[in-house]
Nanobody
């Protein structure tokens, strides 16, 4: 069973901020590329942001300069700081752990239950105008 969990969603007014957290005990050991995705009703799931094991980050054009992704290995958590929220940011947000793009040959310590391609259950973000 994967212990990947998102938290921090909720309701916000346009222009406000929220912080999402993606937590799994294996983050410090598995050399993940962790990505945040979102899916609005009637739309396809889209990637929002990602952070690789070397610290490199990527953002969708729609959230660039508003969202910031970071990783805290001491807390086994990847955060998505969302600022200047817009109604169009309303969606279910999911995190996914996958193999590193920067270091695809990385091998985790023996016995660590890394899960590549795993998804959390999602957390809802609702932004009203």
């Amino acid at each position: 069973q994967v212990d990947l969990k998102e938290s921090g969603g909720g309701s916000a007014q346009a222009g406000e901020s929220l912080i999402l957290a993606c937590t799994t005990s294996t983050i410090p050991y598995c050399g993940y590329n962790v990505a945040w995705y979102r899916q609005a009703p009637g739309k396809e799931r889209e990637v929002v942001s990602s952070i690789d094991s070397d610290g490199s980050t990527n953002y969708a054009d729609s959230v660039k300069d508003r969202f910031s992704i970071s990783q805290d290995n001491a807390k086994n958590t990847v955060y998505l700081q969302m600022s200047s929220l817009k109604p169009e940011d309303t969606a279910m947000y999911y995190c996914q752990t996958d193999r590193s793009t920067a270091n695809p040959l990385y091998r985790p310590p023996f016995g660590v239950p890394c899960r590549y391609g795993a998804w959390g259950q999602g957390t809802q973000v609702t932004v009203s105008s």
